[in-house]
């Protein structure tokens, strides 16, 4: 009687295969065929002793890849080759170690195919690694039977029939109503929607979609062509190669190469479509942000450039214009003519200190829109000469080179600034100040032993702030209450070159 039942339920089990590998390859027709493939294996083992582990291949096969019936990582394909080869020779097969190497092997295979999911799809993956690990478990009741002489093989026999039909049943249904892929598109999103991996975007897909020689190309603009994200052309043909489009506003953007193979889940197709296309958007916008900001960039250096050249322009025409004039006036009003007129006796003393006073005024406003020595020998010439009018004892080391003209002044007044600071308000007994070139950048730096207290948001420090920042510096100030103040700004050397 009992021997009657297992043949009933041991035909229940190649049936069950073979309907639900019917019903499954509407849907997944590689998983379709392996179930199918088993069923069928199953039934030639009843007919054949000699082939009575046949439909182990297909069974491990089918668990190692489901839900998209394709075998990608290293581990899972030694795992299917192995089964298939002992499968196929009896004497293998019967041997309990290599079953009950099997049995392990099945299952780690399947704990590393788990491991390379997240999110939505690792819970959806649930099923998989469970039907995996249920027929590896009976493989290995089956190992234990025989390595321990147990003499249980009708209870090995009911318990293996049942795992197998349950676990075939579960995964059709999971897979008709487990939304796999809707999973598979959700975790994709979201991973999109982090910062890339190792292998950029098209890595991601290659992760995410399990094809690992997919390729995504970008197509070149104004042309007809695509390339990857190294910039290398992309080859839309190939045996079993699909080309997809993603197509915005019309217009086709990129494409993905890809097996064919996925064209089986069309809902898939679709799915990551969509994704990437909003990912290829996000990546232009960010792009075009990137692109506004540079640009932004730019315009306030152009801006303190222009600035700086009409500092010039403006010490220049000072210089060759009213000082000028004022010193060819002064000259004739030393002449010994001149002072030897008793008509100019009493009031030549007075033009004179008037116009010597002039003189002294537009000197001051001139080095004040910009000082002649910062033009003619850079900062190394001009900061000495600041440094003595600072109101305190400054000592002054620069070693930086001549820059271009719009960041020696930038620098220039800061230090100017910094030092106006010092005597104004910390009550410092010494200042220094130091310009020096360091890990591509000119850094000028002013620190002084006073009472600290420095306001960096003030206006005078603030703009100098923004100038410096135009150029691609930055400003720091760090104020040590009964400690002193230092001032730092730092400008790249590249946006610094010039002569």
Not at 154 to 179: E, I, P
Not at 184 to 204: F, K, W
Not at 434 to 440: I, N, T
Request: aromatic content about 4%; proline content about 5%; hydrophobic content about 50%.
């Amino acid at each position: 009687m009992a021997d009657v039942a297992l043949a009933l339920a041991d035909t229940g089990v190649g049936v069950l295969l073979v309907g639900c590998g019917v019903v499954t390859g509407l849907r997944e027709r590689r998983i379709g065929l392996l179930m199918a493939s088993a069923g069928v294996s199953w039934f030639l083992g009843a007919v054949a002793p000699a082939l009575v582990f046949l439909h182990r291949g297909p069974l491990v096969h089918l668990h190692i890849s489901y839900p998209t019936g394709r075998v990608r990582r290293p581990l899972a394909v030694v795992a299917v080759v192995a089964a298939y080869l002992a499968a196929a020779v009896e004497a293998i097969a019967r041997n309990p170690w290599l079953t009950a190497g099997l049995a392990i092997l099945v299952a780690v295979a399947a704990g590393d195919m788990f491991s390379r999911t997240s999110g939505p799809a690792r819970k959806a993956a649930v099923p998989a690694l469970a039907a995996a690990v249920g027929f590896a478990g009976v493989l290995a009741l089956s190992s234990a039977n025989g390595l321990l002489e147990l003499g249980a093989d009708r209870a090995v026999l009911a318990a293996y029939d049942v795992v197998v039909g349950l676990v075939v049943l579960w995964l059709t249904l999971d897979l008709r109503y487990g939304r796999w892929t809707e999973a598979t598109i959700a975790d994709l999103v979201m991973q999109l929607g982090r910062p890339a991996e190792a292998g950029g975007l098209q890595g991601e897909l290659r992760r995410r979609l399990g094809d690992p020689s997919l390729v995504l190309g970008y197509r070149v603009p104004g042309g007809v062509d695509y390339v990857d994200e190294s910039g290398a052309p992309v080859d839309t043909s190939g045996p079993d190669r699909v080309c997809t489009p993603i197509v915005e506003d019309g217009e086709p953007v990129a494409v993905l190469v890809h097996d064919e193979a996925m064209l089986d889940d069309p809902d898939l197709v679709t799915g990551a479509v969509t994704a990437l296309r909003l990912a290829v958007a996000n990546a232009r916008m960010r792009a075009q942000v990137q692109a506004r900001v540079a640009d932004v960039a730019q315009s306030r250096r152009r801006i303190v450039e222009a600035a700086d050249a009409q500092r010039r322009a403006i010490a220049q025409a000072l210089d060759a214009g009213p000082q000028r004039h004022l010193r060819i006036v002064a000259a004739l009003l030393a002449r010994p003519s001149v002072a030897a007129d008793p008509a100019l006796a009493e009031q030549l003393p007075i033009v004179r200190g008037e116009v010597a006073a002039g003189q002294a005024e537009l000197g001051q406003f001139g080095h004040g829109v910009r000082p002649a020595l910062l033009g003619t020998g850079g900062l190394a010439a001009a900061l000495p000469v600041l440094a003595i009018h600072a109101g305190q004892p400054t000592h002054v080391h620069v070693t930086a080179g001549r820059l271009a003209p719009a960041v020696e002044a930038a620098l220039y007044f800061v230090c100017a600034e910094a030092l106006s600071n010092v005597a104004k308000h910390a009550g410092a007994s010494k200042a220094v100040v130091e310009v020096r070139e360091q890990d591509g950048s000119v850094i000028a730096t002013i620190t002084d032993n006073g009472r600290g207290g420095a306001d960096p948001h003030g206006s005078g420090l603030r703009g100098l702030a923004d100038r410096v920042e135009a150029l691609g510096g930055t400003f720091r100030v760090v104020d040590r209450p009964g400690g002193g103040t230092r001032v730092t700004a730092r400008i790249p050397l590249q946006e610094s070159s010039g002569s």
